[in-house]
């Protein structure tokens, strides 16, 4: 019996990397992980991932050979045609053939993808939008990222930037973002903003556990942790993350009129710690628009993969190139 061959899926995020190796069904026979190093370069991260497709083979009893490609998520715009890397906001890679540093480290051929663009690639194939033809994720975490499926295929745009739904303008009276510009989504609904926004009310002296359950060292508002406050009713984090999500319903509203998404899909860390209390929200938002009252149904749905969603999608990035 001829040996199975696989693949191999990597997320290069800003505190870990992580990687499975699996079949081509999806199914994940080893998994990794490994800090993501403070003064990342190309160079470095290519190592890692070496040294981890390493570790995967050798404790799955497997050699190079029957690797056949690898998928690599990465935080940022990538060209996904040169393999180069156009813009990382929260590591130092951008600018780099990080196609070619891999390819000729690794002996393998490999795919670069945008990360939340692979993680709704996962959530279609194996996930809450398997069996969808169009369908929209937007996963949050520090900062919002996204991924649109439509007529069946991920939309890259000219640039390899598209469906950076975070950096929508929702508000242009609203706070600084990130990127440069006034009022993104990820600047009224991202983990950050919701930081942002409680330590500003505590500094003004309003009263929140917040300020007890943060961690000394780090001091980030962890998903955790704002979960554990909505659990406490603590009323400053009620109120500024019902804030947050209604302006995530109201962009969900206006995606839904661009695409007609049978599903928006939602993930990342803040979902998957108070999802239960923001999906509600967003979802009375959606069901409110009177123009779709007699089209059909738009399902708003928490992401099943979770933390699998990048690496499962960037596996099956790696078996489109077969
Ligand atoms: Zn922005």
Wanted: charged share 25%; net charge positive.
């Amino acid at each position: 019996m001829e040996k199975n061959k696989f693949y191999a899926g990597i997320d290069v995020g800003g505190t870990k990397i992580a990687g499975i190796l699996a079949t081509a069904r999806g199914k994940i026979i080893n998994r990794v992980k490994s800090p993501t190093p403070k003064d990342a370069s190309p160079g470095k991260i290519t190592r890692i991932i070496s040294g981890l497709l390493e570790e995967m083979l050798y404790a799955s009893g497997l050699r190079k050979k029957d690797l056949l490609t690898a998928g690599i998520g990465i935080p940022g715009v990538v060209d996904t045609k040169t393999g180069r890397i156009i813009r990382t906001p929260n590591m130092k890679i951008s600018g780099s053939s990080f196609r070619n540093i891999l390819e000729k480290k690794l002996k393998i051929k490999c795919l670069l993808g945008n990360d939340a663009n692979l993680g709704m690639l996962g959530e279609r194939w194996l996930g809450a939008a398997r069996n969808t033809q169009n369908a929209v994720g937007i996963f949050i975490g520090t900062g919002i990222g996204a991924g649109i499926i439509a007529n069946g295929a991920l939309i890259s745009g000219s640039h390899g930037a598209a469906a950076e739904l975070g950096h929508m303008i929702i508000r242009d009276d609203g706070p600084k973002c990130s990127c440069g510009n006034i009022g993104c989504l990820e600047a009224l609904a991202g983990r950050w903003a919701i930081e942002r926004d409680i330590k500003q009310a505590a500094k003004r002296g309003e009263k929140t556990i917040i300020t007890k359950l943060l961690d000394k060292k780090t001091d980030t508002l962890k998903s955790k942790i704002l979960r554990k406050a909505l659990k406490n009713h603590d009323n400053l984090t009620l109120e500024i993350v019902t804030a947050a999500a209604q302006q995530l319903g109201i962009a969900c509203v206006s995606i839904r009129h661009i695409f007609d998404p049978e599903m928006i899909v939602l993930g990342g860390g803040v979902i998957e710690a108070c999802g239960d209390f923001i999906i509600p929200i967003v979802k009375k938002k959606v069901e409110k628009d009177r123009f779709f009252s007699d089209i059909g149904e738009c399902s708003i749905a928490p992401s099943e993969l979770g933390d699998d969603a990048v690496v499962l999608g960037a596996v099956a990035l790696a078996k489109t190139q077969l």
